[in-house]
């Protein structure tokens, strides 16, 4: 079998870029594929520091440009493809749906049509969501029923059951990843924990859907980087694997945690506003196979992370207010 030779679609976003950075750690050279031209440095993990491998980058969009993504694999004959290329705003899928179901369906199944003709591919990594459970009550496994709440669920779980059509028929070796909520340096300024971090260095008041209530695990990029390179060199063709850790936290309390340790109270820089449509109470995923099967473990707590995420805001406090505050739509 050949050395692992990586692609990474949707590079620009934050979990994209992370595992770029990851896995230049690790000594792999990686091409990075996004829609748009690379963002801001300090959006972009892999530009902080030398690595041991490269990070080359290609301005490719799977809407528009999968004729250009086919002759790249062609040509350099990738041995892995690991996809993060989604629309993945959950509240604003309700404004473009349509949008939402040409990336998150009908693309992502043109890429599979492309990927099952390439007889190179060793893997393929369907990095999707679990949002398709829906709400969820207790710890839950890979085979929980699909149970979606809004256009963004919606549109991964049909590109999540496609997947498995060409899995089953045309012996496509893929695997795919469902995630806790990730966080890390360098994520967008609109996801919660940088927001709030961003709000409270800067005394603006921070909005808070339904006063947070919801509760959710969060999971250090790095650590699911390292999760996403197991399961992409030793994950079982056809199996979902769950990424998370055990540390349950309300949104609240989370919020509390960031603004203790900038010397902030929870009433000075929090407005309550009411619940977004759709909004799940709670994901739980029991990351149990990941953890027995391929010898995965979390080592980045939430308070580490926090401060992690706190260290990149001051390293670039400059260039923050430069960085979009707010998510910008692009169909």
């Keep these: 079998m050949a050395d692992p030779k990586f ?27 996004s829609r748009s ?11 902080w520091q030398q690595r041991p491998g490269k ?15 086919a002759a790249l694999l062609k040509r350099e004959r990738f041995t892995h ?21 040409m990336t998150n369906v009908v693309s992502t199944v043109r890429l599979h049509v492309l990927l099952r003709g390439l007889d190179f591919l060793d893997r393929y990594v369907h990095v999707t969501t679990p949002e398709v459970y829906g709400s969820t009550e207790g710890w839950v496994r890979e085979k929980t029923p699909f149970n979606p709440s809004t256009p963004y669920a919606v549109s991964r779980a049909a590109g999540d059951m496609s997947l498995k059509t060409f899995v089953d028929t045309y012996q496509l070796p893929a695997v795919s990843t469902r995630a806790a909520n990730v966080y890390g340096p360098g994520q967008q300024l609109y996801r919660i924990i940088p927001r709030t971090v961003y709000a409270a260095m800067t005394g603006q008041k921070l909005r808070l859907d339904g006063g947070g209530k919801s509760v959710r695990v969060f999971i250090d990029m790095r650590d ?5 390179l197991k399961i992409a060199l030793k994950g079982k063709v056809g199996e979902t694997y769950h990424i998370s850790g055990y540390e ?11 603004l203790k340790k900038l010397g902030k109270s929870f009433d000075e820089c929090v407005d309550v506003g009411p619940d977004r449509p759709g909004k799940d109470a709670a994901y739980m995923l029991d990351s149990f196979k990941l953890r027995t099967e391929l010898g995965w473990q979390d080592k980045v707590s939430l308070d580490e992370g926090i ?18 505050a707010n998510y910008i739509h692009k169909a």
């Design 55 to 69: 990070v080359r980058f290609e301005k490719i969009d799977i809407n528009y440009d999968l004729d250009a993504l």
């Design 81 to 101: 493809v690991v996809n993060f290329a989604a629309q993945s705003m959950v509240g604003q899928s309700w404004d473009h749906p349509d949008d939402w179901m």
């Design 307 to 324: 401060s992690n995420v706190i260290s990149w805001a001051e390293r670039f406090r400059n260039d923050i207010p430069k960085l979009d």
């Design 248 to 258: 349950l936290v309300s949104i609240r309390e989370l919020v509390e945690l960031i």
């Design 7 to 33: 692609i990474v679609l949707g590079s620009n976003s934050f979990s994209g870029a992370t595992f770029c950075d990851y896995l230049a750690e690790q000594g792999y050279d990686v091409t990075a594929t």
């Design 224 to 228: 699911a980087s390292d999760a996403t």
């Design 37 to 47: 031209a690379e963002p801001h440095d300090a959006q972009l993990p892999y530009k």
